[in-house]
């Protein structure tokens, strides 16, 4: 099991969201040398089983695989986790409360209330089950998504809850929902920004995004960003697509 959190806890750490639910573009990002790919099941296009065969295409590299699931669901947790997930990203933890859930729902009890299978894939259908076990509820990676207002609100409380590893700020989601959409240099956002780094400073936590095409990550360092999402799996296909195209020569 590739386990990533003191990897994350320690310094800087580039991953890829894969949208596409495929196996080849994961296996061949994941031999690539990312630290990490976001298998994403909330607006990319793989369900449970797709998930689980990118999964699998990973096992054989150092690149640890983290799912962002649709909504915090406990449902979705568990069988993600067992399948072998080294991490979960949640969309829209708005306060606390769901942070809370969220990190009780990655945790065996009596920290939490993940259901127990000695026989999951996670711990290789029982063969690994001693050792994965007591480093299952240390050493998931919880990662919640900061994407609006109340949220920003809360985040002092929520960079405190113990268990929660990463703040991402969700920038189009959250400048969509300050009324700036698109406009990360908006005061808006800088403020919002700013607020969320100041709580990941406080409480010891790491804080991440995804760069998005025409972002300079030079500046978001300074910020203070670590986990850093370098783009798309789409987005890397269509530059390389179009690539070809303009070397053709009329």
Not at 181 to 194: I, N, V
Not at 198 to 213: D, I, R
Request: glycine share 8%; aromatic share 8%; net charge neutral.
């Amino acid at each position: 099991m590739n386990f990533i959190k003191d990897k994350v806890a320690s310094g800087i750490t580039k991953g890829l969201f894969m949208a596409s639910g495929a196996v080849s573009p994961t296996e061949i990002a994941a031999r690539c040398g990312y630290d990490w790919l976001l298998l994403d099941m909330e607006h990319g296009l793989g369900g449970e089983q797709e998930t689980l065969r990118q999964i699998t295409a990973m096992q054989s590299t150092s690149c640890a695989p983290i799912v962002r699931i649709p909504a915090l669901r406990s449902e979705y947790i568990k069988r993600l986790l067992d399948f072998g997930a080294a991490g979960i990203m949640c969309p829209m933890i708005e306060n606390a409360e769901q942070a809370k859930e969220f990190v009780r729902a990655l945790r065996y009890p009596p920290e939490g209330i993940r259901g127990l299978s000695g026989a999951s894939r996670a711990a290789e259908y029982g063969f690994s089950f001693k050792e994965y076990f007591p480093k299952a509820n240390k050493d998931i990676l919880a990662v919640a998504q900061i994407e609006n207002a109340s949220a920003v609100a809360d985040i002092d409380a929520i960079a405190a809850t113990d268990g929660i590893d990463v703040l991402f700020i969700g920038h189009s989601d959250l400048s969509l929902n300050l009324g700036v959409y698109g406009k990360f240099d908006s005061p808006e956002m800088t403020r919002a920004e700013e607020t969320v780094l100041a709580a990941v400073k406080k409480h010891h936590k790491t804080a991440g995004m995804l760069l998005k095409a025409n972002m300079d990550p030079a500046p978001y360092l300074i910020k203070g960003f670590r986990f850093l999402a370098l783009g798309t799996d789409h987005g890397c296909m269509e530059q390389a697509f179009q690539g070809l195209l303009k070397k053709i020569i009329p």
